[in-house]
């Protein structure tokens, strides 16, 4: 006698087997469900940085003599996309946010070098030029700066940095970087003395200052724990980039460009001040000094609203003896004083370092965009009379 799992039963002649058919529209769902699984988990995998290969899977189905048949089909994008996310992770940590520093005092010194007698040698080529060296030692020097800031221990858990702090970067990929950096810089300075009709040596004098000080601010000495980083910052990024833009362009010294360097000097200081007054106490536990360290909390808020507003003035005071294009930063100015209010406010000066650099540089455009329209410009010149 047959068993109820193995019955059979014939009619007319014919054995016919009742078999438990399977829904194939479920089965195709099922897989889709398994393969989409295997992509989210790939997807979160390749979001911390790592670099794993993602399949997109297609399913062909036939159906043929009631049997179904599976196709799969895999096409590799992991690699592409691995490698998109670790460019993106490399161009976070050049906090690209903060080249307007060196970028506007470029345009400053070719602006100048435009408007100086010598504006018939301007070269867009050696423009370009200048624009990638200075760059790319500024970019470079934000590396170092990353690096030795989590080595001596200043970046942890509530750093603005978090490259190496999350592990977003390892340490051997963060000096990597930095090296890259530096050769790319001193590969843009070579072209450049080339091209320039500047004399090699004292190009060279300005510029191996530049990426020496971009350096050693945090690398080597580290004028950033002794209380020097802020005069650093106010030279590099006001009269020496602005001395080195224009010499590249004419080959000669004005030393009167110094004087149009101060209001942008003025205004990225405010960008390294904000950030210290806002690191004080971390900075304190590190055992390092700042200038916001020794001068306490209300004199940094002074001094946070002098280095935003002075160079305001200084363009009310050109716009009214010189020319009225020296107005047009002044646009700037409500944004200015909802930033500074905000960094009276503890809980909302966070994000101040990078809202003033924002509007360091639109006031920085427009400053360059007064020079060039100007019918006529400052005259600092000291003449006996």
Wanted: some cysteine; aromatic content about 12%; charged content about 15%.
């Amino acid at each position: 006698m047959a068993s109820a799992a193995d019955l059979k039963e014939k009619e007319n002649g014919i054995e016919t087997k009742y078999i438990k058919h399977v829904n194939i529209s479920d089965e195709l769902e099922y897989r889709h469900k398994l393969i989409s699984d295997a992509s989210n988990v790939t997807n979160q995998h390749s979001g911390n940085g790592f670099s794993l290969t993602e399949n997109k899977c297609k399913t062909k189905t036939h159906q043929l003599n009631g049997t179904t048949s599976y196709t799969h089909t895999t096409s590799n994008k992991g690699t592409s996309t691995g490698t998109f996310m670790k460019l993106k992770t490399y161009l976070h940590a050049l906090r690209p946010w903060s080249l307007s520093g060196s970028l506007v005092p470029t345009l400053m010194g070719s602006a100048l070098a435009y408007r100086s007698q010598w504006a018939s040698d301007f070269s867009l080529i050696t423009f370009f030029l200048t624009a990638f060296t200075v760059v790319t030692v500024h970019c470079a020097g934000n590396v170092v700066n990353t690096y030795f800031d989590f080595v001596k221990g200043i970046d942890k858990q509530k750093a603005d940095d978090r490259t190496l702090v999350d592990h977003i970067l390892t340490k051997d990929e963060v000096v990597s970087l930095g090296a890259i950096l530096y050769m790319a810089g001193c590969g843009g300075f070579i072209c450049l003395s080339f091209l320039s009709p500047a004399k090699m040596e004292h190009l060279a004098l300005i510029y191996f200052g530049g990426l020496s000080s971009s350096f050693l601010y945090t690398g080597g000495i580290g004028f950033k724990y002794i209380a020097l980083g802020d005069v650093v910052i106010l030279i590099l990024f006001g009269p020496l980039s602005v001395l080195f833009a224009y010499m590249s362009q004419t080959g000669h010294v004005d030393w009167t460009a110094i004087y149009y360097a101060l209001p942008l000097a003025l205004n990225a200081e405010a960008i390294l001040h904000s950030n210290n007054t806002r690191d004080v106490e971390n900075d304190r536990k590190a055992g390092i000094v700042t200038l916001a360290i020794l001068i306490g909390r209300t004199a940094s808020h002074v001094l946070y609203a002098l280095l935003l507003f002075t160079p305001y003035s200084v363009f009310v005071v050109y716009g009214l003896k010189y020319s009225l294009w020296f107005l047009l930063p002044l646009v700037t100015v409500p944004q200015a004083f909802q930033i500074e209010k905000r960094f009276r406010n503890e809980h909302t000066m966070s994000a101040v370092p990078r809202q003033t650099a924002k509007l360091n540089f639109f006031f920085g455009i427009l400053y360059v965009v007064a020079i060039c329209c100007a019918r006529q410009l400052p005259d600092f010149s000291y003449r006996k009379h």
